[in-house]
């Protein structure tokens, strides 16, 4: 009976293929007459879109902030002091601000660099207040050889350091997983428990944790199921096709429409931002993963 049931069902389907069919292509024709990079986009408003500015390199701030705006987006992100006023010019914001630190493989793993990075970022905090913005990017460093647990406690102890400055600018350190198999040889901050062991230890809610899409993918897949049982220590999301880190289309592994859905079931109000390095041409590109990702 359940044979004579599925075969009945699996036949209706058929019959219904081809009304399916016309009614997705009709659909995706649509989807395309929208993704010229020219014209204003109206987004569902439950995903807040920023984009790193290093990936599109080629092309001049002031252009970019237009292209962004047009987009949909309100923030342009990685970018230091000297260009925060070309975003507030275009009123856009700077969700992951730069512009402290000593770079990504020496970071606050190594008891050595404390002092250097501890007065960076006491330099930056003033900075970030006086913009409005409320974050900054930070780095754990690259091993060298020392153990998970070492390089936990020192970050705890160095990011400890500036809790309370931090907390009085309300500003939040955001540190950020890396892959260490493709991209960032010997990186510490490679796994996604790692740096909630570091939050934990920390024990501040102006630290928490960039969950690069793109990076977890490769380290450790399972994309969803972390974001949900993690979801409380991250505070910044970027995305990236893999593999490669090119467009996040159909081209790649990833579905981002389902990791969104994610993220947004989550209670999450902060930013995701665009990380990926464009093949084609890059405002197109842009769009249509903004497009994507807003679900």
């Not at 993918?217 to 593999?243: A, L, V």
Request: hydrophobic content about 35%; glycine content about 8%.
């Amino acid at each position: 009976m359940i044979r004579r049931t599925a075969l009945r069902t699996l036949t209706g389907t058929a019959l219904a293929l081809p009304a399916l069919t016309e009614s997705l292509a009709a659909s995706m024709n649509t989807s395309q007459t929208d993704l010229s990079p020219s014209g204003a986009t109206a987004l569902k408003g439950r995903i807040n879109h920023s984009v790193c500015k290093w990936c599109y390199g080629k092309i001049p701030l002031d252009e970019f902030c237009k292209s962004a705006k047009e987009i949909g987006l309100t923030s342009i992100e990685l970018l230091g002091p000297d260009e925060w006023p070309t975003l507030k010019k275009y009123g856009l914001t700077c969700a992951l601000p730069q512009g402290a630190g000593l770079g990504i493989e020496r970071g606050f793993n190594d008891p050595k660099l404390h002092d250097e990075l501890v007065a960076s970022y006491e330099a930056i905090f003033p900075k970030l207040k006086a913009a409005g913005y409320k974050t900054v990017i930070c780095f754990s460093g690259n091993r060298r050889g020392m153990s998970d647990e070492e390089g936990a406690k020192n970050c705890a102890t160095g990011l400890k350091r500036l809790m309370p400055s931090a907390e009085k600018h309300g500003i939040t350190m955001i540190m950020e997983l890396l892959n260490s198999k493709v991209d960032h040889k010997d990186y510490m901050c490679d796994h996604t428990a790692w740096g909630v062991e570091v939050c934990k230890q920390v024990g501040s809610e102006n630290f928490k944790l960039l969950y690069d899409i793109y990076h977890m993918q490769i380290m450790e897949g399972d994309i969803i199921r972390t974001i949900r049982k993690y979801s409380q220590y991250i505070g910044h999301y970027h995305t990236g096709g893999n593999p490669g880190r090119n467009e996040i289309d159909e081209s790649q592994e990833i579905y981002y429409p389902a990791v969104m859905k994610a993220i947004v079931e989550t209670g999450y109000k902060g930013f995701v931002a665009q990380e990926f390095i464009p093949k084609r041409d890059p405002l197109t590109s842009l769009k249509e993963a903004v497009l994507l990702c807003d679900v």
